[in-house]
């Protein structure tokens, strides 16, 4: 079956724009997080969705990021005024439990580059 | 919160040696532990997990072992090919609340023919 998608795949933005990241979970699951990864690092935790709800946003690194799920499938990761720092690879994962310990599958990621 | 610290940041081993690499976490709460494999521009994809209620666990070439007193996992791969020259990243979790991933600097692996 399909895993999970994103996109746009690559993205080049100046410095100041809005950006919108997308992430199609796989169907059926509940669970939908999103993680940023800077260059040769680990991804970081950035937000947590329960269906609708997003129930953890400690990871986002200021206001102006903003994550939304409005009908508990896909999702948008919006950056505000993006900085240069904000390059990075954002990864969309999705699980299919609620509160058990189960696999999150990753997307392929987005390529955010601000110039 | 979690803080996960992972050694070595590279390793390069000859095709059929083992390859090890170790992980520390911080949070005594946390009671899953996966290790994913990164191919440079691809996604991570799970390679084996282990919960906190064993302390070994093996498929195939691959073995993952947990110390929770030590809190400290490792990822053991053996008889090595070139195919599993990637980046590797272990992470924690806590489980609860929506079980997200504290992980890794991430090691580089590089088996040569």
């Known amino acids: 079956g399909a895993g999970v998608s994103q996109s746009p795949r690559y993205k080049v933005a100046k410095r100041g724009q809005d950006v919108a990241l997308r992430c199609d979970p796989i169907?059926?699951?509940?669970?939908l997080f999103w993680y940023q990864q800077a260059l040769g690092q680990g991804p970081e935790f950035l937000t947590y969705?329960?269906?609708?709800?997003?129930?953890?946003k400690s990871g986002l690194p200021s206001d102006r990021f903003f994550a939304e799920r409005p009908e508990g499938s896909v999702s948008t990761l919006k950056i505000q005024r993006t900085q240069q720092e904000d390059s990075a690879v954002y990864l969309c994962a999705s699980s299919l439990a609620r509160s058990l310990n189960n696999e999150q599958f990753f997307g392929p990621g987005t390529r955010l580059t601000v110039l | 919160g979690e803080n996960v610290e992972q050694h070595p940041s590279t390793l390069s081993v000859q095709e059929g040696d083992s390859a090890v690499i170790k992980c520390t976490y911080s949070?005594?709460?946390?009671?899953?532990f996966p290790w994913y494999k990164q191919e440079l521009g691809k996604r991570p994809q799970l390679i084996i997990d282990?919960?906190?209620?064993?302390g070994e666990k093996k498929d195939q070439r691959i073995a993952v072992t947990l110390n929770k007193t030590a809190k400290h996992f490792s990822l053991h791969i053996t008889e090595t090919q070139p195919e599993d020259s990637a980046v590797y990243f272990c992470?924690?979790?806590?489980?609860?609340?929506?079980?997200?991933?504290?992980f890794g600097g991430g090691t580089r692996v590089l088996v040569k023919p």
């Open positions: 992470a924690a979790s806590r489980g609860a609340a929506g079980n997200k991933l504290t």
């Open positions: 282990i919960r906190s209620n064993v």
């Open positions: 169907s059926g699951h509940v669970s």
């Open positions: 969705f329960q269906n609708e709800a997003q129930l953890d």
């Open positions: 949070d005594s709460a946390s009671n899953y």
